[in-house]
T-cell receptor
């Protein structure tokens, strides 16, 4: 079965520093991919989505992600993090040709003041 | 704009009891999903429904049943609850475009926090 993998369970960065969260997927065809964020005790909010076309997609809150087929990656980036970005981030994509969307295990982002 | 509505928000069950989690969406989406979220495990797909009357197993279907009686509603039933089913449950929906490369992202409900003692 296809998979979505987030290699980093925890990431700590200083406020104002740049951020990159990794997401790897295994899928033969061009996938559609999403990044969601979840603040403690809250629901899931969509940060950005990739369906096709431009491989660099812009999202909310200053986030962007780049789809790289050669590396099977869809990494999330932000040039300068804010304390309010502390949350858990999830990458998601299809498990196969059907529309079963599966999630990575998440990366918890900690921000140092 | 209600989006995806889940009920109840909280539930405590004793081992062996049954219950149904309700989910309804008003966005005319064809695909609907049930996930469970546990610490360190992300969201795991329990069941999926591509359209009214069709359902399919996800990653962790054991101990659950689902029903998609119409396009709006997708319910999740625990026939005999176990402590291992203590979790936060999320319902989601989306429109599934041609070949999956279009459509919408997942829209989530606010979740149901279930505790089984």
């Amino acid at each position: 079965a296809q998979s979505v993998t987030q290699p980093d369970i925890h990431i700590t960065v200083s406020e104002g520093a740049s951020l990159e969260l990794r997401c790897n997927y295994s899928y033969g065809a061009t996938p559609y991919l999403f990044w969601y964020v979840q603040s403690p005790g809250q629901g899931l909010q969509l940060l950005l989505k990739y369906f096709s076309g431009d491989t660099l997609v812009q999202g909310i809150k200053g986030f962007e992600a780049e789809f790289k087929r050669s590396q099977s990656s869809f990494n999330l980036r932000k040039p300068s993090v804010h304390w309010s970005d502390a949350a858990e981030y999830f990458c998601a994509g299809p498990r196969g040709k059907d529309d079963k969307i599966i999630f990575g295990k998440g990366t918890r982002l900690h921000i140092l003041p | 704009n209600a989006g995806v509505t889940q009920t109840p928000k909280f539930q405590v069950l004793k081992t062996g009891q049954s219950m149904t989690l309700q989910c309804a969406q008003d966005m005319n989406h064809n695909s609907m999903y049930w996930y469970r979220q546990d610490p360190g495990m992300g969201l795991r797909l329990i069941y999926y429904s591509a359209s009214e009357g069709t359902t399919d197993k996800g990653e962790v279907p054991n101990g659950y049943n689902v029903s998609r009686l119409n396009k709006r509603e997708f319910s999740l039933r625990l026939e005999s609850a176990a402590p291992s089913q203590t979790s936060v449950y999320f319902c989601a929906s989306r429109s599934f475009g041609q070949g999956g490369i279009s459509g919408s992202p997942l829209h989530f409900g606010n979740g149901t926090r279930l505790t089984v003692t």
